[in-house]
């Protein structure tokens, strides 16, 4: 699981989530990785490499991603 932590006066917020919530533990364990800032977008710099990546103004490809492929390649 990955939560972003907030960083308030005090220290780090970590937001409570459905997750969380399920704990029944009174105590975790947390591996805390610090990301600078610019770092956290470049892992997403390959899928602009992706064949097929483009920008789109459909709100449901992730739903439908097969649907959608599919329908497309019998088109052609």
Avoid at 19 to 47: F, Q, S, W
């Amino acid at each position: 699981m990955k939560v972003e932590a907030i960083k308030v006066e005090d220290g780090f917020l970590i937001p409570f989530n459905e997750t969380l919530e399920k704990i029944k533990r009174n105590k975790i364990l947390l591996e805390i990785e610090i990301i600078e800032p610019d770092k956290l977008e470049e892992g997403y710099a390959i899928l602009d490499e992706l064949v097929g990546f483009c920008e789109s103004n459909r709100t449901d490809a992730s739903i439908n991603h097969d649907t959608i492929i599919y329908e497309l390649r019998s088109k052609k």
